[in-house]
């Protein structure tokens, strides 16, 4: 629907000012009706932007030690671990 495409338009400037202080949800909602009065309610826009933030706020993290993994690039991709010799 069309106010789905507006609000969707708009949820990564509201995920980005919720995470400043002081914001809230309340005032964005507020911010949001008075500018399109036709819009979502309270409740939707509050899951809408929720489910936005969730989908975007994924972090992925790997760690890596030097020297105890490599790959060998060819043809194909093979990974493996080096051999470990001496403890500490």
């Not at 509050?46 to 790959?71: C, N, P, W, Y």
């Amino acid at each position: 629907s069309e106010r789905q495409i507006r609000l969707e338009a708009l949820l990564p400037e509201y995920a980005a000012r919720l995470s400043r202080k002081g914001m809230t949800v309340k005032q964005l909602y507020e911010e949001y009706h008075a500018d399109h009065p036709d819009g979502y309610l309270r409740a939707s826009f509050g899951m809408k932007l929720r489910q936005f933030m969730l989908q975007t706020d994924a972090i992925g993290h790997v760690e890596h030690r030097a020297a105890v993994s490599f790959s060998i690039l060819s043809g194909e991709t093979a990974c493996g671990h080096w051999p470990r010799t001496a403890t500490r």
